[in-house]
């Protein structure tokens, strides 16, 4: 077990590192888990992994200059110490002579005293290497953003065939920081009124959505995870973005609406809250590990009138439905201020077998769709490849397909041209989603 936020930190990063089919999230929350930290250390150590993780390339650029030999050949202990070392001296408040002794200090406690005197000496440059004027001979300014914000070279490069290259840096920029923290209050267990309360009671700030009222905007919200009111499904963590998204669903009481791919369960049990519990729910994943999770949620929640099933709706005939919700995989790429690894897992390509699996999602889940019947397609991505440009190029497949407009008037600022749900993370203060709303003749 972990002897200090450090450690904790150390350990996590170098797992990370080590196994890159892991998230940083469950990563992390498995460190901490048996570490008897308290709130204030654990929300320190996950500055600093999420930091690092977040920064890595950045921290590599202030590194590499005054590492001597190829530090992209180092140790990944070596690369992980150096990071934390840096990260602290450059984004952290924490004082620079402390910084460097405590990171030395760890050498020793992680037990790579062999590289103490190498990680003392290159945070030492580190303290006073002036990056600036390395990135002013960068002449590419994809090259130099793409440094500067700590987000792949590709990436910057895709989203600047379509952005503006300052909304390009103000979208890596919401990147960069903690995301904010919204909580939906489960309206079928707690009123509006009692959840405030529990809210005031925990000294915690908030303020409601103008949107959705389920949902609140907190300024932290570790505390509220060790409370009974958690454990008793008072309330679930979800980005405002996604609860518009269940929204558009509508389900209504004795309809039959599937969630095709489910996990971990977020939508599945807002779309039971927002019908009372009174619409039949089916949750299917293609992962019997991953809905684990969503029973979980189920469970926690005391929701109702909600049946799992394993099956890949990319192949499997799903249940008749009045209503579907295919939240499809995607690159996601308009959560990467939330995911802090997710930027460095993707590859320029990932999007050419993505599409592939959406337009097989798509075209099969409507097959049981009802006729009268409402689909809706989502992805957490900002890339048009996943967005209209697939549901433009299966529209010909889908018998009886009629687009429809996302109506609301508070939804309107997220609405596009063509009528569907188009969040920007720069623009609108939450992730980005996308949402088309499909409707099948009768």
Not at 172 to 184: A, E, G, L, V
Not at 237 to 246: E, L, N, P, S, T
Not at 381 to 390: I, K, R, V
């Amino acid at each position: 077990m972990a002897t200090s936020s450090r450690e904790l930190a150390y350990r996590t990063l170098l797992a990370a590192e080590r196994d890159s089919s892991r998230s940083i999230d469950d990563l992390l929350t498995e460190a901490q888990k048996n570490s008897g930290m308290d709130p204030r250390d654990k929300r320190w150590t996950m500055e600093l992994v999420y930091g690092v993780t977040r920064m890595k390339l950045l921290l590599d650029a202030w590194i590499e200059p005054v590492f001597k030999g190829r530090f992209r050949k180092a140790q990944y202990a070596v690369k992980v110490l150096l990071r934390i070392g840096t990260f602290q001296l450059k984004f952290m408040q924490t004082a620079e002579h402390a910084a460097i002794n405590e990171t030395v200090n760890l050498c020793k406690k992680v037990k790579q005293v062999q590289s103490s005197r190498l990680v003392n000496a290159v945070l030492r440059k580190v303290q006073t290497f002036e990056l600036e004027q390395a990135l002013r001979k960068i002449k590419d300014p994809i090259q130099r953003l793409s440094i500067e914000k700590s987000h792949p070279e590709w990436l910057i490069s895709k989203w600047h065939d379509r952005y503006e290259i300052s909304d390009v840096a103000t979208l890596c920029d919401h990147n960069n920081k903690s995301p904010k923290t919204w909580i939906r209050r489960n309206s079928l267990k707690v009123a509006q009124s009692d959840f405030e309360a529990y809210l005031n009671r925990e000294e915690v700030v908030f303020q409601q959505s103008s949107i959705l009222e389920s949902f609140y905007e907190l300024d932290s919200a570790a505390i509220l995870l060790n409370t009974p009111e958690f454990w008793d499904g008072w309330f679930s963590f979800q980005d405002i973005a996604a609860g518009i998204v269940a929204t558009i669903v509508d389900p209504q009481a004795d309809e039959i609406v599937v969630d095709a791919c489910a996990a971990p369960g977020g939508k599945m049990a807002y779309l039971s809250e927002l019908s009372k519990g009174k619409a039949s729910i089916i949750a299917c994943d293609a992962s019997s590990k991953r809905l684990i999770k969503v029973k979980e949620n189920i469970e926690r929640l005391g929701l109702k009138q909600i049946t799992i099933q394993q099956l890949d709706a990319r192949n499997t005939t799903l249940p008749t439905a009045d209503k579907i919700l295919l939240d499809v995989p995607c690159t996601g790429t308009g959560v990467l201020g939330r995911r802090p690894d997710a930027r460095w897992k993707r590859q320029s390509d990932d999007g050419d077998s993505l599409v592939v699996i959406q337009a097989d999602i798509l075209k099969n889940s409507w097959e049981s769709l009802k006729p009268g019947g409402v689909l809706v397609y989502a992805t957490c991505s900002l890339e048009p490849e996943e967005n209209w440009e697939l549901i433009d190029s299966v529209l010909g497949d889908l018998a009886g397909v009629v687009l429809e407009p996302i109506e609301g008037e508070r939804l309107k600022p997220y609405i596009d041209e063509r009528g569907a749900l188009a969040t920007l993370p720069w623009s609108h203060s939450m992730d980005g989603m996308f949402a088309v709303k499909m409707r099948k003749k009768s």
